[in-house]
């Protein structure tokens, strides 16, 4: 059984087989952010810090549309 493995073991790699698991977390990952995007600026005169919101949502993965659905809608003023 071999424990470690060299950079000459990754030639044997086959990246196509990791696709079909990858590729759905991927596209999770962007229609969450979008759609996290789509409603902080169709209610950005009722959000506060609407840069911030957009700047976790892009850069936070999955993690930022979700932070915003939990915490970023609630962070609004009444109208």
Do not use: C
Not at 19 to 37: D, S, T, W
Request: aromatic letters at 12%; charged letters at 20%.
């Amino acid at each position: 059984m071999q424990l470690h493995y060299g950079i000459n073991d990754l030639k044997d790699f086959d990246l196509m087989s990791f696709l079909p698991i990858v590729l759905p977390v991927i596209l999770v990952g962007f229609i969450l952010a979008m759609v996290a995007l789509i409603d902080l600026y169709r209610n950005k005169k009722r959000r506060n810090n609407v840069l911030i919101w957009t700047l976790i949502i892009i850069f936070g993965n999955t993690i930022g549309p979700i932070l915003y659905f939990v915490i970023g809608r609630k962070d609004s003023e009444r109208v």
